[in-house]
T-cell receptor, first 114, second 110 residues
Framework: DARVTQTPRHKVTEMGQEVTMRCQPI?????VFWYRQTMMQGLELLAY????????DSGMPKDRFSAEMPDATLATLKIQPSEPRDSAVYFC????????????FGSGTRLTVV | RKEVEQDPGPFNVPEGATVAFNCTYS??????FFWYRQDCRKEPKLLMS???SGNEDGRFTAQLNRASQYISLLIRDSKLSDSATYLC???????????FGKGNQVVVIP
């Protein structure tokens, strides 16, 4: 089965440090999402791309978060500087219109900021 | 008001029983609807799409009520392996963005 690959799986970092999370979408999928999941808020959309162009990043704190797709095989989410409230699981998902929008999620990056 | 609302539960269900739960959505322009399943400490996985006429997939039945803006999921003959959180997902037409509910937690008890 094709998979969305996310790295790292777990990350523990100190407040103020930069964090970079990576995602390799499924080959052929042209839409990529970044979601954050916490117990309190559930799944929140941070940003999404179609054909590598950012379409919506309104859910993302702009002062510290940035999302990019340098090429079709890599999406990145950076937090600089990180804060304890950023602790969450960050999911990447990919999909395409041809596949009826059944988006596939990666295993997530579990981030803890201490 | 949240875009997608679900009663978190938990829904404790005896093995073999039937369980049903709903979610409501606020945006009447929403056009596509899904149920995702999420196991503890795992990623969400697509369970089924929800069609206007209602649809079944084995023991799972999904219904859509546009007039009242709610979606339902029914699980028949519950198995222990059905224990998970079921996420209601809504997508607006022309917009790829998926809005997730917080999920209905189902615990199937032997």
């Amino acid at each position: 089965d094709a998979r969305v690959t996310q790295t790292p799986r777990h990350k523990v970092t100190e407040m103020g440090q930069e964090v970079t999370m990576r995602c390799q979408p499924i080959l052929g999928h042209n839409t990529v999402f970044w979601y954050r999941q916490t117990m309190m808020q559930g799944l929140e959309l941070l940003a999404y791309f179609r054909n590598r162009a950012p379409l919506d990043d309104s859910g993302m704190p702009k002062d510290r978060f940035s999302a990019e797709m340098p090429d079709a095989t890599l999406a990145t989410l950076k937090i600089q500087p990180s804060e304890p409230r950023d602790s969450a699981v960050y999911f990447c998902a990919s999909g395409s219109r041809d596949r009826g929008y059944g988006y596939t999620f990666g295993s997530g990056t579990r981030l803890t900021v201490v | 008001r949240k875009e997608v609302e679900q009663d978190p539960g938990p829904f404790n269900v005896p093995e073999g029983a039937t369980v049903a739960f709903n979610c409501t959505y606020s945006n009447s322009a929403s056009q596509s609807f899904f149920w995702y399943r999420q196991d503890c400490r795992k990623e969400p996985k697509l369970l089924m799409s929800v069609y206007s006429s209602g649809n079944e997939d084995g023991r799972f039945t999904a219904q859509l009520n546009r007039a009242s803006q709610y979606i339902s999921l029914l699980i028949r003959d519950s198995k222990l392996s059905d224990s998970a959180t079921y996420l209601c997902v809504v997508k607006e037409d022309g917009n790829n963005r998926l809005a997730f509910g917080k999920g209905n937690q189902v615990v199937v008890i032997p």
